[in-house]
């Protein structure tokens, strides 16, 4: 199983960006996918899931509005649309994969939300 993010960076507050994980060595389209973040001194977050066919989705409550989570099955891709940033938005973002029991994360993108 490889999990690859993308779409990281600095931005001011308001202002969007897009992240992307690219999924290989498992059958992507049958899994649930979900993006967690983990802030500096602080526990790793759940931030938004996706079912394996993309028709459900659930965010924390933090994000509800502004994050939007979808996924590509034909791509092996997962998406995390973030709107409307804000300074405690920042963090490492991850993708995540429970594979049969087994969690995997990938190596994450970071996040930095500052003026």
């Known amino acids: 199983v490889r999990l690859v993010e993308s779409g990281g960076g600095l931005v001011q507050p308001g202002e969007s960006l897009t992240l992307s994980c690219l999924a290989s060595g498992f059958t992507f389209s049958i899994y649930d996918m979900s993006w967690y973040r983990q802030a500096s001194g602080k526990e790793r977050e759940l931030v938004a899931s996706i079912t394996s066919d993309g028709g459900f989705t659930k965010y924390t409550d933090s994000v509800k509005g502004r994050f939007t989570i979808s996924r590509d099955n034909g791509k092996n891709t997962v998406s995390l649309q973030m709107n409307s940033l804000k300074p405690e938005d920042t963090a490492v973002y991850s993708c995540?994969?429970?594979?049969?029991?087994?969690?995997?994360w990938g190596q994450g993108t970071q996040v930095t939300v500052s003026s």
């Open positions: 995540y994969l429970n594979r049969r029991g087994i969690r995997f």
